[in-house]
Nanobody, 124 residues
Framework: VQLQASGGGLVQAGDSLRLSCKVS????????IGWFRQAPGKERVFVAA????????YVTNSLKGRFTISGDNAENTVYLHMNNLVPEDTAVYSC??????????????????WGQGTLVTVSS
């Protein structure tokens, strides 16, 4: 079971960025995928999640309107689309897998498998 996040980098405020989470085939069959972020000196927080089975999505309220999540079943990849970025979005973004029966959950403790993070830095 493997997840690999990529796509981070240094951007300016107002820019858009798309993060990718490549999911191993075995993982994608029975797990849902979530994105979390951890800003410097702060706790990790939930960003968004998606179900593989039917593509339902859940974005945390504070990021709705700027962030969306999507999946490409053929590529076994989940994307986090981030628009109108602000410096407060600076964080390490990580993707994780949660058993499908848990649905769309924001609880990090329920996610079993984690990929390495990708750093997003937004300059003002």
């Amino acid at each position: 079971v493997q997840l690999q996040a990529s796509g981070g980098g240094l951007v300016q405020a107002g820019d858009s960025l798309r993060l990718s989470c490549k999911v191993s085939r075995r993982t994608s069959a029975t797990y849902n995928i979530g994105w979390f972020r951890q800003a410097p000196g702060k706790e990790r927080v939930f960003v968004a999640a998606i179900t593989w089975f039917d593509g339902r999505t859940y974005v945390t309220n504070s990021l709705k309107g700027r962030f969306t999540i999507s999946g490409d079943n053929a590529e076994n990849t989940v994307y986090l689309h981030m628009n109108n970025l602000v410096p407060e979005d600076t964080a390490v973004y990580s993707c994780a897998a949660v058993p499908g029966f848990r649905g769309l959950t924001s609880e990090a403790t329920q996610y079993i498998y984690w990929g390495q993070g990708t750093l997003v830095t937004v300059s003002s």
